[in-house]
């Protein structure tokens, strides 16, 4: 999927993104690389996804947020700053680029204040990511991400919070969009340590939402029938993943679900 974005016009007010020293780049490189975590995304049809799935069965079982009716529903606010920063440096492919976002597993009750959430800067160098995030209340989340005040934390916690807290304040960020989706997620067993393969469905957006409980209004993103299909894996995707993949002709693309709804809301 190739993105038309000819209809955004790019803010002037803001700088282009500085260049990383080649030291800064060689040392966040390195943090990343204990990780090396890869994701490759295909866009697939309903029919697609099943067939998959099921040659998958015997390799993975579903991940532990898994369940009888289909998997679990994902509600993130995207932050961004006001001439779309975020948006740009991943439709100019710039190497070194983060993302931030308020990240809630949803279930049969309702996000209340007191409800726990992930805030999260997905960060990725070259073709590696890596997802720094700490979990607190939906009100302590607010507090960080709309009011710029540091809630009570662990200590572990104070490095990312910081960083947070800086993106926030340095493009002044604020709530650009709501993404929603179902997703059934399937995980690699000992053999295959870290590899996830998921598969979302029923992708909505709302774009510039006060907050992350206005779900109402929510637009379709993608037709009903096209299914988001990712492998996510350390170090390597597994030869058996690969010939798989190739038996079922599909083509990897680039696929932002940030960046697909910032340009159906403008």
């Known amino acids: 999927m190739q993105y038309d974005q000819s209809h955004i016009a790019r803010a002037t007010c803001q700088p282009s993104p500085k260049r990383i020293s080649l030291a800064c780049m060689s040392s966040l490189s390195h943090e990343i690389?204990?990780?090396?975590?890869?994701?490759?995304?295909?866009?697939?049809?309903?029919?697609?996804?099943?067939?998959?799935?099921?040659?998958?069965?015997?390799?993975?079982?579903?991940?532990?947020?898994?369940?009888?009716?289909?998997?679990?529903?994902?509600?993130?606010?995207?932050?961004?700053?006001?001439?779309y920063r975020c948006y740009w440096e991943k439709i100019d492919g710039i190497p070194f680029r983060r993302k931030l976002r308020i990240r809630y597993y949803e279930d049969e009750s309702e996000l209340s204040d007191e409800r726990r959430v992930f805030v999260e800067i997905k960060q990725r160098v070259d073709k590696t990511t890596q997802k720094r995030?700490?979990?607190?209340?939906?009100?302590?989340?607010?507090?960080?991400?709309?009011?710029?005040?540091?809630?009570?934390?662990?200590?572990?916690?104070?490095?990312?919070?910081?960083?947070?807290?800086?993106?926030?304040?340095?493009?002044?960020?604020?709530?650009?969009?709501?993404?929603?989706?179902?997703?059934?997620?399937?995980?690699?067993?000992?053999?295959?340590?870290?590899?996830?393969?998921?598969?979302?469905?029923?992708?909505?957006?709302?774009?510039?939402?006060?907050?992350?409980?206005?779900?109402?209004?929510?637009?379709p993103m993608l037709p009903a029938d096209q299914v988001v299909m990712e492998i996510k894996a350390n170090e390597r995707v597994p030869y058996w993943l690969t010939e798989l993949i190739a038996a079922h002709n599909l083509r990897a693309i680039r696929l932002s679900k940030y960046c697909r709804a910032i340009e159906l809301s403008l």
């Open 33 to 83: 690389r204990k990780f090396n975590r890869f994701e490759l995304k295909y866009l697939i049809s309903l029919p697609q996804a099943k067939a998959l799935q099921h040659a998958l069965h015997p390799f993975l079982q579903p991940d532990d947020h898994g369940n009888a009716q289909g998997g679990y529903f994902i509600r993130s606010l995207y932050y961004d700053s006001a001439d």
């Open 133 to 219: 995030r700490v979990t607190m209340p939906y009100a302590d989340a607010r507090l960080l991400c709309d009011r710029r005040q540091i809630p009570e934390h662990a200590s572990s916690d104070a490095g990312t919070l910081n960083e947070i807290y800086g993106l926030l304040a340095q493009y002044d960020m604020r709530p650009a969009c709501i993404v929603r989706y179902r997703r059934q997620a399937l995980m690699g067993d000992d053999l295959d340590l870290g590899l996830r393969v998921t598969f979302d469905t029923e992708l909505q957006y709302r774009a510039h939402p006060d907050e992350m409980t206005q779900t109402q209004d929510l637009l």
